[in-house]
């Protein structure tokens, strides 16, 4: 029987060094942009108007914190356009980047696009190599959409979503 219990005991400790990947989280951010910020074919960055804290998520996937996350990424992005209405990305943009934000931290690129379809939402190309764990680790953090927009109307609100879904690793027990 001592036998047996060194056995599992050395298991969990094999298994305490192993890195357990997380089913995937998706987060959403919400810019909202006057038009009258905006000049045609002029880079402007918003801010989310949300932020984001991964705290219920990472217990929801089992019972982890923060300070148990050893990697993160983002794997796919999508931009939708919600306002205004039936208006396609390609007659509102030419080129759009997102960045995470967070207090402490530099701002870091995680996603853009060039060139947009006839329609409301398109994906944006993940940033090869983009490390956000320490984004994932902060109390919360934010968004920045950097766009280029297409004729604005000084007169509109434009409305944009961004989800990201990430990949988040923790540290096996």
Do not use: H, W
Not at 105 to 115: C, I, K, N, P, Q
């Amino acid at each position: 029987m001592p036998a047996l219990l060194t056995v599992v005991l050395v298991g969990c400790e094999a298994a305490a060094n192993e890195r357990l990947t997380l089913p995937e989280i998706e987060v959403s951010f919400r810019f909202e942009v006057s038009g009258n910020a905006l000049t045609d074919g002029q880079p402007y960055t918003a801010t989310s108007v949300n932020t984001v804290d991964l705290t219920t998520a990472l217990q929801q996937r089992g019972g982890y914190t923060k300070n148990e996350v050893v990697a993160a990424a983002v794997t796919a992005a999508e931009i939708e356009r919600v306002q205004p209405a039936l208006t396609d990305l390609s007659e509102l943009l030419s080129e759009a980047r997102v960045l995470l934000t967070a207090s402490g931290l530099s701002d870091l690129e995680v996603a853009s696009r060039t060139g947009f379809p006839d329609d409301e939402t398109a994906s944006m190309a993940p940033r090869s190599g983009a490390d956000i764990t320490a984004f994932v680790k902060k109390p919360a953090f934010g968004a920045k959409l950097r766009l280029v927009p297409l004729q604005p109307d000084a007169g509109e609100t434009y409305v944009y979503e961004v989800r990201l879904t990430l990949r988040v690793q923790v540290e096996g027990v």
